[in-house]
Structure formats: structure tokens, C-alpha cells
């Protein structure tokens, strides 16, 4: 089988809460004809994702088209989980004209391209691209970057220390193995703050890459779509911090599910989830609440003090009334006595 006969790949990765999930939502209203498969990676164990991007299902991209994985890292499960979902995607009538990939916040972006040499599916597919998505406010407020000047210095001091947190490293790879990126939520960053970011990413990226600014995941399907740029086979030029590793693990993180009754007001809710991410370090809150008196089903997502939350539909007759919410943090700041407390009130 030919390059041309197979089916394109565009990984989007991305810091927890760049916007992934609003990214392939666009992609999906705005395929142009394309028909669309995507797999879905979540940290944690309540699919919030997989189930957003199934709501906004359109013929091209059927909900069956949808796979949810919920093991927390893709790349770290290849045989069991990635290789069948991809065969299961190709065994597809008809096949999907390109697939995309939504790796976990905290997914290490290399090990997956290297699954594309398994013999079961490298004459299948192609990486066409690996988008990596960056909040512009936050890479502006320097939460995921270094001071490369004091690295610098103190590496220079003392060579056998690494100075770098585990959220840099990610970050860095997820550059490192990009072929373009995403600058997200501009409008909240301002024209200084996106100024910033462009200058912290050109400065954490190992070779040019082009960068796009956009609003609530729009963007032309044209850009990031058909690449072109087989990135399975170019391996050797997209380094990582875990080169040389037989494994990584992600140890360094950790999630737990909250389950409450009713809430009484959305904004009561936001409230005590900026009050948790300021005094317990919290990287990430998302899930659905049940907001009392209200028939429909509330979807809340954050990052750090940042909430958003918004009706998504209606309770179905099927499911249990519940509030759920998935809380991401490095392993030292979970505290699950702590974390229920302050997000029941």
C-alpha cells in the first residue's frame, strides 16, 4: 500500500485546558466533506470529552465514529488500547477520510508517534501533523515555562541538578514533537500577553514552528488539516526530556471524582472551584453538575481559578441526576478529604 492510499492522522495535543476538545469540535461542524473519526484520551475516569464531541456528532462523523479512551495516557497502552481502537476505526464502512486524536493533557506526544511503526497499521495510516495547542494567558503568565535565564545560571552552577518541573517538561515536549501550533484564547491574553507567549514558545521550541492565534477553537480546516508531514518518519528530529526511557510513567500526576447531589447556582459552583484550585493547587476541575430546580445538565470545565460552565441539554429519564467532576493536580496536592470538602461547601 502507497503513502497516497493511507488515511492521515493529525494529532492535537496540548497543556490541560488549551482547548482541544472546542478544536475538534469546529473540526468536526467544518470537515468540508470529510468523513471524520476521532479518538478521545482522558486523564481520569469520567469521560467528559468523548461525550462533548459525541454531542456535536454530524453525518460525516457519526457518534460511532467516536472512541473514548479512558486510561490516561494513549501512549502508554499502545498494544491493548490504541492499536485495536485504530483497527476498529479502519474496519469502518465507509473508512474515514482522516482521523484525529485528542491525547490527554498530560500525554507525552513521541511515544504515541512511535506506535505508528507497529506492523498492524504502518501501511494503514499517517501522522499528517501534530498540532500542539497553548493557552496564550497562561503561557503569558510564565505557569508552564521556566525562567530560562535562571535555569541557565543554576544548571551552569550545579550541572547534576534538574531544575525543571514536571509541567515544563511536558509543555517542551509537546513543542518538541509539534509541527504547528495553536495559540488559544488570545482574546483573554490581550495583544501583550500573546506577545509573550509567542516569544516563551519561540524560545522552548527546538526548531521555527508556525503559530496561529485563535478564538474558541476557529479555525480554517485548511491549516492544520493535510499537513502532509508523515511524522512517523521523522522521529529523530522532534527530541523529548524522556528520550532513551524504556517507559515513562506519569507519576508526577494524579485524579480523583468528586460525586455531589444538586448544586445550588452555577456561579455558587464556580465560586468554590476557584476557591480549591487557589488553596490546593489544582491544575483542572471538569465534569457535569446537577444545578437544583433546573431540568438541564450543567458541563463545567477549568483551568486553575478559570471556570467555565454552560447547559449542554437536558437529564435523560435513563441516567442517574448527579454531580461529577474530575479534579487533575501533581500527586502532592490531592487530598481527597480536602478536595470533596471545599467543593461540597
Request: hydrophobic letters at 45%.
Amino acid at each position: 500500500m502507497t503513502d497516497l492510499l493511507k488515511i492521515p492522522v493529525t494529532i492535537v495535543t496540548g497543556f490541560l485546558g488549551a482547548g482541544k476538545t472546542t478544536l475538534i469540535s469546529h473540526l468536526i461542524r467544518n470537515a468540508g466533506g470529510k468523513r471524520l473519526a476521532v479518538i478521545v484520551n482522558e486523564f481520569g475516569t469520567l469521560g467528559v470529552d468523548g461525550d462533548i464531541l459525541k454531542g456535536c456528532a454530524i453525518p460525516d462523523c457519526p457518534a460511532e465514529n467516536v472512541i473514548e479512551l479512558a486510561n490516561g495516557c494513549i501512549c502508554c497502552t499502545v498494544a491493548d488500547d490504541f492499536i485495536p481502537t485504530v483497527e476498529t476505526l479502519l474496519a469502518l464502512d465507509p473508512r474515514p477520510d482522516h482521523i484525529l486524536i485528542e491525547t490527554s493533557g498530560l500525554a507525552l506526544p513521541k511515544p504515541l508517534l512511535k506506535a505508528f511503526d507497529w506492523p498492524a497499521i504502518r501501511s494503514r495510516i499517517t501522522v499528517d501533523g501534530v498540532i500542539a495547542l497553548a493557552d496564550a494567558e497562561a503561557v503569558a503568565a510564565g505557569r508552564f515555562a521556566p525562567d530560562l535565564a535562571a535555569v541557565d545560571a543554576q544548571r551552569a552552577a550545579d550541572p547534576s541538578v534538574d531544575h525543571e518541573t514536571p509541567l515544563s517538561e511536558v509543555f517542551e515536549d509537546q513543542l518538541a514533537c509539534a509541527d504547528m501550533v495553536l495559540l488559544t484564547k488570545v482574546d483573554l491574553a490581550g495583544p501583550e500577553g500573546v506577545a509573550a507567549a509567542r516569544a516563551v514558545i519561540a524560545a522552548e521550541s527546538v526548531r521555527p514552528l508556525p503559530v496561529v492565534e485563535l478564538i474558541d477553537g476557529v479555525v480554517d480546516p485548511r491549516v492544520i488539516l493535510g499537513l502532509g508531514a508523515a511524522a512517523e518518519d521523522d522521529i529523530a528530529a522532534r527530541p523529548s526530556h524522556h528520550d532513551g526511557e524504556d517507559d515513562h510513567e506519569h507519576d508526577d500526576f494524579d485524579s480523583i471524582v468528586v460525586e455531589l447531589g444538586d448544586v445550588s447556582t452555577p456561579a455558587d459552583l464556580a465560586a468554590r472551584i476557584e476557591r480549591l484550585a487557589t488553596e490546593h493547587a489544582i491544575l483542572r476541575v471538569k465534569g457535569y453538575a446537577a444545578v437544583a430546580g433546573k431540568p438541564m445538565r450543567l458541563l463545567v470545565q477549568a483551568v486553575g481559578a478559570r471556570v467555565r460552565t454552560q447547559y449542554d441539554r437536558p437529564w435523560r429519564g435513563d441516567e442517574r441526576r448527579t454531580t461529577q467532576l474530575v479534579v487533575i493536580a501533581e500527586r502532592g496536592h490531592i487530598d481527597t478529604p480536602a478536595i470533596t470538602a471545599a467543593l461540597a461547601g
